[in-house]
């Protein structure tokens, strides 16, 4: 039978117990994250959802029921502490708690299938069959704790830059961006699909919030499987009435600078746990034309005719001539989305630019078109259809600004930060070609 929680509740959690409250009674609650037992000397090593503490026992010190109790536990169980704090210098953090309670809420099963101390290594696959069990584990952990605090950053930066926090559909009737790139959906007696950007909807949003923002999924059915690309990712994407590119890629440099800084004034110890050393990005960020680009991979032997795209080969290549962020400009028109605005001295390039962390495009953006008889036009020219766009289109009818905005990837600007080498990763629960559980 397992104990009652009854009317305890959690006083503390494990990273709120200092050497300075010695002698002070606390309530733990968490799960057993690690147990030795040195012959009359037990050490219980409780997890919570803020991080670690230890509980130490001395058999000739303590009751025979309670240390026999502590005796019985195993990874994993879910258990409630009742104890004294004690100032320890060989302790973890120079504390510990000895417990003169413990209160089993439920158990686990006796052999998990994966060692949540890390100490045993397990392949990416084997984790993420059992992600729950990996995310407890130390390193995972950390990952997320880093995830979490750069997307409430993320918010806290935009909400002081008055940014309006908007949520747009993720069930469409049509593409958003053109290309084939989508999940088809059965939607009662219509087909409709997943949405691969809220691109037209937040640019439709600026002519009445003027500056919007939205953290959320987009789906892309990628048949790609490397270690950058997923089917469902969350992005930043913010969008503004009144700007320009350049106007746009200077928000998202303070944006990640402000990341940054956040991350390693709050995540010192998840950064320790990963022997991560972060810096600070210095801004704003290098922008590099479209055409040096190309020019400077034809020098290193990859060859790319201009107009082309940069793949994948080509962007390590980038990462290994320049570790660190800068953004590349003045991209051809052709390849970039209808919505995009053209130069008007050289309609050939077009404002638009993308952020790269070395060789890891982290986001894109630019200019975008607001007038009504040209967005049409690029939409003939990208070889879309203007009435499928009609609802978008109405929209440009009825007053719409000179307006830029991007979409930051939120799982690849983790990756940057955690140093995670895939982004299954940095993802609680990935979802790609070949991955749809759990």
């Given amino acids: 039978m397992f104990d009652s929680l009854g009317d305890w509740r959690r006083t503390h959690y494990s990273t709120q117990i200092k050497p300075s409250m010695d002698g002070q009674e606390v309530v733990l609650m968490g799960w057993i994250h690690d147990l030795r037992d040195l012959g ?41 502490i009742k104890g004294v704090i004690k100032a320890i210098r060989q302790a973890p953090r120079g504390v510990e708690v000895i417990p003169k309670e413990i209160r089993i809420l439920n158990t686990a099963d006796a052999v998990l299938p994966l060692d949540v101390t890390g100490r045993t290594d397990a392949d990416l696959d084997t984790r993420l069959n059992v992600r729950v069990l990996d995310l407890r584990r130390p390193k995972s952990f950390a990952i997320f704790k880093i995830r979490n605090v750069a997307l409430s950053s993320a918010r806290e930066f935009l909400v002081k830059e008055n940014f309006f926090e908007v949520n747009t559909p993720k069930i469409i009737a049509s593409a958003t961006e053109g290309g084939t790139e ?11 699909f997943l949405s691969q950007s809220p691109q037209l909807y937040k640019e439709q949003l600026t002519t009445v919030f003027d500056k919007v923002y939205e953290i959320g999924p987009y789906f892309r059915a990628q048949e790609s499987n490397t270690t950058r690309h997923l089917s469902e990712t969350i992005a930043i994407d913010i969008e503004q009435a009144f700007a320009t590119q350049e106007d746009v890629m200077q928000v998202l440099e303070r944006l990640v600078e402000f990341i940054f800084k956040q991350v390693n004034e709050k995540c010192q110890e998840e950064l320790k746990i990963l022997e991560r050393k972060l810096e600070v990005p210095e801004v704003p960020f290098e922008r ?9 991979l034809n020098k290193h032997g990859i060859p790319i ?34 919505y995009i605005m053209p130069k008007e001295d050289d309609p050939k390039h077009c404002y638009s630019f993308d952020l790269m962390y070395g060789g890891l495009e982290l986001a894109s953006g630019g200019t975008r078109v607001h007038e009504y008889e040209l967005l049409v036009k690029r939409l003939r020219e990208q070889g879309l259809r203007p009435e499928s766009f009609q609802y978008h289109l109405n929209v ?10 991007g979409g930051l990837g939120a799982d690849r600007l983790v990756m940057v930060l955690t140093g995670a080498a895939n982004i299954r990763e940095v993802v609680y629960y990935p979802r790609d070609r070949f991955r749809l559980t759990p």
């Fill in 40 to 80: 009359g000397v037990r050490f219980v090593i409780l997890r919570d959802s803020e991080g670690f503490i230890q509980s130490t026992l001395h058999k000739e010190k303590s009751d025979p029921t309670l240390y026999d109790k502590i005796g019985s536990l195993k990874k994993e169980y879910v258990v409630a």
């Fill in 182 to 192: 989508l999940f088809p959906i059965s939607y009662f007696e219509k087909e409709a």
């Fill in 288 to 296: 590099l034309s479209y055409d040096k680009i190309i020019e400077t």
């Fill in 305 to 338: 005719k201009w107009g082309e795209d940069i793949p994948t080969p080509a962007e390590r290549k980038l990462g290994e001539l320049y570790n660190e962020f800068f953004y590349i400009i003045d991209w051809p028109t052709k390849i970039k989305p209808f």
């Fill in 396 to 405: 440009f009818k009825w007053g719409v600004p000179p307006h830029g905005g």
